[in-house]
């Protein structure tokens, strides 16, 4: 596909989407002065190439699904689940990133690269405010792996919820163990998703010693696949970072393949 | 008092709050026979600590003045810097660590890094002040030494590598093992002054011998001939010192040492490594700025026989006068002799010189390069330079925060308002941090600094040293106002009332700028203004910065470009250009959409799980944003951005919400600006006070 079919698949895209977004009642009111900033955001939305892989929806998850990035240690899954988090909170949805293995200092660098990244990419200006708009949306949580639990992130969400502070409407879990026995949590994380209408995206670590299982599933997730939504991979091949979609998301042959360039870790679609 | 320089030892203790810097300077004190007993932090005996001298610090439990003192430990003359932990108190710290030539970092083995450790952390790296690490409180229950090493690595970012390894944890403490001598160390004796040598338990031995192993691996990095050693398996105990020492000595490598102070156990081979492994004055490079030859950096040498260089780094005002204390960096300050001030050009002669000991002095006839001391009776101002003569050296400056917060005061009597400006006089002289001055319009006294407790401190000091009281206002918080979009002005000044008349046109633009400081760019082509009265335009802008037309709060980060003006051959003048710059920028003001900014503090605290949503919820009250939590087993740490006027009183809300189990700190963040509806208030309670001063 060349760059003009990429471009072209964008604007179906952003027709779809912007479809969707006008509003029903005919009269809306429009403040000028924020009219620039609102246009930034949803510039900054329809051009995200993550919006590649969305269905006909907005999200790449259905609402109280799981889903999954795998790939070895050191490849990007932080970054890509970072950028699945910067698009929703664009968005103006709540985002709960919880973090197994990095302080909320780190958590908190991690945002803050992509998103300047991702600014520095399109060139925009307002890029504070912007930040500003999106923070009060995020919240981080961390946790040691020894001692997190489902029932302790379900208590400390109510903590939050009870006191109207925070209610997520997707969760980013970096760092759960994958190995050993995870089904009972995974159910238990599965069911609470969908009760409260959430999306939930892990990362799983891969390794370079244990090879796949059909359709490139890891042995870590072999018995437990159905329970996820979608799986995406980060394959690193050369010097290039490869974005593969091994289950659910839409795959198909319309749209480029994505690629996240290891300078900014930024996705981008492959230009050939 | 004169010994060899590398047996001289500056060294400083810093760490978060509460994590027993003070009772380990009473413990290094004890062993070091400067004191016969020991007296606890806030102790059943009610004497205090050695350190704490003032009655205030012993009454509340934490240090507000840093104290020095000096000691002498197997030969080596070390001395002593004992900080404030609280980040209200932050410039006494920075103070400290720009004249000292290494530190101790102490942490909590319970709490590991705290906030305030982040911060000490990031000034022991703007003074490149090199450092070794002590993981205090290891005898309290949920102690884990080895966690806090991670997080020194995790948050710290230092190479942090264990020294010793604890024999038995929490109420089981009973030693160190030293992983350099392979052997278990045991501190006997009712104090711990017994210092037992022993095999390391069977138990330990294989762990010991990995830790060694890591930190042979750690130090070969800086020594070849450790390199070596170690691969032909005949590592000695002082090649591997050495290699620790080099890596110490450039920051890439931190030593890590552990024990309780209050429970006597590991302080004293902590001292030796305070001889082996930190630096002596000669090891650091010291700068100063030649101001006779355009403040080129020039390198001071640690020679005694060299012109005197001296740095006044904390100022203190007793009954004998104002008491100076110094670092020698070179040469020699004797009595007698005649020292220049390189600020001001003025020449003192050198009268008393004293070493510290907390607040007892001891007599002195000269300090030498590469030692700290004070001098009396001599008139200067924090962070001056001392030298002879001929020289015209200046230290680089200390970096002083700007404050946050102000308070009004107004004194209760006419005796308590004489008293009251001679305090004020002092503090502000002592502590750069703190300012005063008289507002205008209210003739109110205001006070300002870096925080809360800051202050209040202050006000509590006035009272018993001074027997000055004073009522306070509520506190005011430092507002600021800025533009959010360029505007154009096109202002002519015209008066005509009889006598020489005034004529002044001044045109141009307003914009935001990056930065916080005011930017004034001179366009005018074609002499439309004359070129003497440009600076009288900046004048009249900059007078209008003070006060901004919005709310009366000073003005910040705006970009002036004068392009255009006219002027008239007669009737233009210095005054009428200007009054013609004041209306212009009234003009461009109110239409580049003004706001008001309020500080944004960084709020942690630290809690037990159990409290987390109390804590959430009442920091979620105050406007704060929460940014995130972290579970760290059974406490938590919760980190937010709060705006400062929030604030006020969080400490009884906190207590209240969490059974006092839980703390928390403060420290600036940003400027951000304030919310429509708050901003109304703010503006509906300025016309206010306007009305009531009218």
């Known amino acids: 596909m060349t760059l003009t079919d990429y471009a072209s698949a964008l604007d179906r895209q952003s027709a779809v989407v912007q479809k969707q977004s006008r509003p029903a009642c005919p009269a809306e009111i429009i403040n000028l002065r924020e009219r620039n900033f609102i246009m930034l955001k949803k510039d900054l939305i329809l051009r995200n190439p993550l919006r590649l892989l969305g269905q006909e929806n907005q999200d790449i998850l259905p609402e109280g699904g799981i889903g999954a990035v795998l790939a070895r240690a050191g490849v990007g899954k932080t970054a890509l689940m970072v950028q699945l988090a910067l698009d929703t909170l664009l968005r103006e949805k709540n985002v709960l990133h919880v973090s197994l293995n990095d302080p909320v200092d780190k958590v908190r660098l991690w945002h803050k690269e992509?998103?300047?990244?991702?600014?520095?990419?399109?060139?925009?200006?307002?890029?504070?405010?912007?930040?500003?708009?999106?923070?009060?949306?995020?919240?981080?949580?961390?946790?040691?792996?020894?001692?997190?639990?489902?029932?302790?992130?379900?208590?400390?969400?109510?903590?939050?919820?009870?006191?109207?502070?925070?209610?997520?409407?997707?969760?980013?879990?970096?760092?759960?163990?994958?190995?050993?026995?995870?089904?009972?949590?995974?159910?238990?994380l599965k069911e609470f998703s969908s009760r409260h209408g959430l999306r939930i995206w892990f990362s799983v670590r891969t390794h370079r010693h244990e090879d796949p299982g059909p359709g490139g599933i890891p042995p870590q997730l072999s018995n437990i696949d159905g329970l996820f939504n979608v799986i995406l991979q980060l394959l690193p091949e050369g010097k290039k970072v490869h974005v593969r979609v091994l289950k659910g998301a839409d795959s198909t042959a319309d749209y480029p393949e994505l690629l996240l360039d290891p300078a900014t870790m930024l996705i981008s679609p492959q230009s050939k | 008092?004169?010994?060899?320089?590398?047996?001289?030892?500056?060294?400083?203790?810093?760490?978060?709050?509460?994590?027993?810097?003070?009772?380990?300077?009473?413990?290094?004190?004890?062993?070091?026979?400067?004191?016969?007993?020991?007296?606890?932090?806030?102790?059943?005996?009610?004497?205090?600590?050695?350190?704490?001298?003032?009655?205030?610090?012993?009454?509340?439990?934490?240090?507000?003045?840093?104290?020095?003192?000096?000691?002498?430990?197997?030969?080596?003359?070390?001395?002593?810097?004992?900080?404030?932990?609280?980040?209200?108190?932050?410039?006494?710290?920075?103070?400290?660590?720009?004249?000292?030539?290494?530190?101790?970092?102490?942490?909590?083995?319970?709490?590991?890094?705290?906030?305030?450790?982040?911060?000490?952390?990031?000034?022991?790296?703007?003074?490149?002040?090199?450092?070794?690490?002590?993981?205090?409180?290891?005898?309290?229950?949920?102690?884990?030494?080895?966690?806090?090493?991670?997080?020194?690595?995790d948050k710290l970012n230092h190479n942090a590598v264990a020294m010793q390894m604890p024999i038995g944890l929490e109420a089981d403490l009973q030693g160190v093992v030293d992983i350099v001598a392979m052997q278990a160390i045991y501190f006997d004796g009712e104090n711990g002054e017994d210092l037992r040598v022993d095999d390391i338990p069977d138990n330990m031995l294989q762990e010991a011998e990995g830790l060694r192993e890591a930190l042979i691996d750690a130090a070969s990095m800086y020594s070849d001939d450790l390199m070596e050693a170690a691969l032909e398996g005949e590592v000695t105990q002082e090649l591997l010192l050495q290699a620790i020492r080099t890596g110490t000595l450039s920051r890439k490598l931190t030593p890590v040492f552990m024990g309780s102070a209050y429970k006597n156990k590991g302080v004293q081979p902590l001292l030796d490594a305070v001889n082996d492994l930190l630096p002596c004055p000669s090891d650091v490079d010291n700068q100063?700025?030649?101001?006779?030859?355009?403040?080129?950096?020039?390198?001071?040498?640690?020679?005694?026989?060299?012109?005197?260089?001296?740095?006044?780094?904390?100022?203190?005002?007793?009954?004998?006068?104002?008491?100076?204390?110094?670092?020698?960096?070179?040469?020699?300050?004797?009595?007698?002799?005649?020292?220049?001030?390189?600020?001001?050009?003025?020449?003192?002669?050198?009268?008393?010189?004293?070493?510290?000991?907390?607040?007892?002095?001891?007599?002195?006839?000269?300090?030498?390069?590469?030692?700290?001391?004070?001098?009396?009776?001599?008139?200067?101002?924090?962070?001056?330079?001392?030298?002879?003569?001929?020289?015209?050296?200046?230290?680089?400056?200390?970096?002083?925060?700007?404050?946050?917060?102000?308070?009004?005061?107004?004194?209760?009597?006419?005796?308590?308002?004489?008293?009251?400006?001679?305090?004020?006089?002092?503090?502000?002289?002592?502590?750069?941090?703190?300012?005063?001055?008289?507002?205008?319009?209210?003739?109110?006294?205001?006070?300002?600094?870096?925080?809360?407790?800051?202050?209040?401190?202050?006000?509590?000091?006035?009272?018993?040293?001074?027997?000055?009281?004073?009522?306070?206002?509520?506190?005011?918080?430092?507002?600021?106002?800025?533009?959010?979009?360029?505007?154009?002005?096109?202002?002519?000044?015209?008066?005509?009332?009889?006598?020489?008349?005034?004529?002044?046109?001044?045109?141009?633009?307003?914009?935001?700028?990056?930065?916080?400081?005011f930017e004034f760019v001179n366009s005018v082509t074609g002499g439309s203004i004359p070129t003497q009265f440009i600076a009288s335009c900046k004048k009249g802008f900059k007078s209008c910065l003070v006060k901004g037309p919005k709310m009366e709060f000073p003005v910040t980060g705006i970009r002036i470009v004068i392009d255009d003006g006219a002027s008239h051959a007669v009737?233009?003048?210095?005054?009428?250009?200007?009054?013609?710059?004041?209306?212009?920028?009234?003009?461009?003001?109110?239409?580049?959409?003004?706001?008001?900014?309020?500080?944004?503090?960084?709020?942690?605290?630290?809690?037990?799980?159990?409290?987390?949503?109390?804590?959430?919820?009442?920091?979620?009250?105050?406007?704060?944003?929460?940014?995130?939590?972290?579970?760290?087993?059974?406490?938590?740490?919760?980190?937010?951005?709060?705006?400062?006027?929030?604030?006020?009183?969080?400490?009884?809300?906190?207590?209240s919400s969490t059974q006092g189990k839980a703390q928390f700190t403060m420290e600036f963040n940003t400027y951000r600006q304030v919310p429509q509806s708050i901003a109304e208030d703010l503006v509906k309670k300025a016309q206010e006070g306007k009305k009531n001063v009218a």
């Open chain 2, 288 to 517: 100063a700025l030649d101001m006779k030859n355009n403040e080129t950096q020039i390198t001071l040498a640690s020679d005694a026989s060299k012109s005197p260089v001296a740095l006044a780094f904390k100022l203190e005002d007793g009954q004998y006068g104002q008491l100076t204390y110094i670092r020698v960096y070179q040469g020699t300050i004797s009595k007698g002799d005649t020292i220049v001030n390189a600020r001001t050009g003025k020449k003192t002669k050198v009268g008393r010189l004293v070493r510290m000991h907390a607040d007892q002095m001891e007599d002195i006839n000269s300090i030498p390069a590469g030692y700290i001391g004070a001098l009396f009776g001599i008139d200067c101002a924090s962070g001056d330079t001392f030298t002879d003569r001929d020289n015209r050296l200046s230290m680089t400056s200390m970096y002083v925060p700007e404050p946050v917060i102000s308070l009004a005061i107004v004194p209760k009597d006419n005796k308590a308002q004489t008293n009251m400006s001679k305090a004020l006089n002092r503090f502000t002289k002592e502590d750069p941090t703190f300012r005063t001055y008289v507002n205008q319009e209210t003739g109110d006294t205001i006070i300002s600094g870096m925080g809360e407790l800051h202050l209040e401190v202050y006000i509590e000091r006035m009272r018993r040293e001074y027997a000055a009281d004073v009522d306070t206002g509520m506190p005011r918080v430092a507002y600021r106002e800025t533009i959010t979009r360029k505007a154009e002005f096109n202002y002519t000044h015209k008066k005509q009332t009889g006598g020489a008349g005034q004529f002044g046109r001044v045109a141009g633009y307003i914009e935001p700028a990056d930065n916080d400081e």
């Open chain 2, 1 to 153: 008092m004169e010994k060899d320089l590398n047996q001289i030892r500056n060294i400083g203790i810093s760490a978060h709050i509460d994590s027993g810097k003070t009772t380990l300077t009473e413990r290094i004190l004890y062993y070091t026979n400067r004191i016969y007993a020991i007296h606890d932090v806030k102790g059943k005996d009610g004497v205090g600590a050695t350190m704490d001298s003032m009655e205030l610090e012993k009454e509340r439990g934490i240090t507000i003045a840093s104290a020095a003192t000096f000691c002498e430990w197997r030969n080596h003359q070390v001395n002593i810097i004992d900080t404030p932990g609280h980040v209200d108190f932050t410039i006494e710290v920075e103070r400290s660590l720009r004249v000292l030539d290494g530190a101790i970092l102490v942490l909590c083995s319970v709490g590991g890094v705290q906030s305030q450790s982040i911060t000490v952390d990031l000034q022991m790296k703007r003074y490149k002040v090199p450092c070794i690490a002590f993981i205090n409180k290891c005898d309290r229950s949920g102690a884990n030494p080895f966690r806090v090493i991670k997080q020194l690595r």
């Open chain 1, 114 to 188: 992509v998103f300047h990244n991702l600014a520095e990419q399109y060139n925009l200006s307002q890029i504070n405010q912007l930040w500003d708009s999106i923070l009060p949306k995020r919240f981080i949580m961390t946790f040691k792996v020894e001692g997190f639990s489902v029932p302790k992130l379900e208590e400390r969400l109510r903590d939050l919820t009870e006191q109207d502070i925070f209610k997520p409407q997707m969760i980013i879990i970096d760092g759960f163990p994958f190995e050993g026995s995870v089904e009972e949590p995974l159910q238990q």
């Open chain 2, 571 to 655: 009737d233009s003048s210095e005054m009428a250009f200007q009054a013609a710059a004041r209306g212009a920028f009234r003009e461009g003001y109110a239409k580049a959409r003004p706001v008001i900014h309020e500080p944004i503090m960084k709020v942690v605290v630290e809690s037990p799980t159990e409290f987390q949503g109390n804590v959430m919820g009442s920091l979620n009250q105050r406007r704060g944003i929460i940014l995130g939590s972290q579970d760290e087993g059974v406490m938590c740490v919760i980190e937010a951005q709060v705006p400062l006027a929030e604030m006020f009183g969080y400490s009884t809300v906190l207590r």
